[in-house]
């Protein structure tokens, strides 16, 4: 059973960065395709990033297209580096992992089969 840890959330004024990571164990890691994703208050869990099982291939959606960058490395952990925040990526941020055939990047939320808990992510004005 695939578990993930997702860590490096908090509080940071606009136009400040933050780096979440993912702690993933109870898998083969290298067989699957990784993803961020996020909740605001109020709304649906929206896709954010996504990187494939060898790292090549990587997704955004378009609000944070330029600003965020996903990565993996052999230690079984996945990260997103979120730069020039804004008050509008405020939100609770999860990872989440989908056992994959093929190196494709997925964007699709219920592609998904195991998640993290969540780390909050806070921007102020």
């Known amino acids: 059973q695939v578990q993930l840890v997702e860590s490096g959330g908090g509080l940071v004024q606009a136009g400040g960065f933050l780096r979440l990571s993912c702690a993933a164990s109870?898998?083969?890691?290298?067989?699957?395709?990784m993803g961020w994703f996020r909740q605001a208050p109020g709304k649906e869990r929206e896709f954010v990033a996504a990187?494939?099982?060898?790292?090549?291939?990587t997704k955004y959606v378009d609000s944070v297209n330029g600003r965020f960058t996903i990565s993996r490395d052999n230690a079984n952990t996945v990260n997103l580096q979120m730069n020039s925040l804004k008050p509008e990526d405020t939100a609770v941020y999860y990872c989440?992992?989908?056992?994959?055939?093929?190196?494709?990047?997925?964007?699709?939320?219920?592609?998904?089969?195991?998640w993290g808990q969540g780390t909050q992510v806070t921007v102020s004005s």
């Open positions: 989440a992992s989908k056992w994959a055939y093929t190196d494709e990047a997925f964007s699709g939320r219920l592609e998904y089969n195991h």
């Open positions: 990187i494939s099982r060898s790292g090549s291939n």
């Open positions: 109870g898998g083969s890691f290298s067989y699957y395709a």
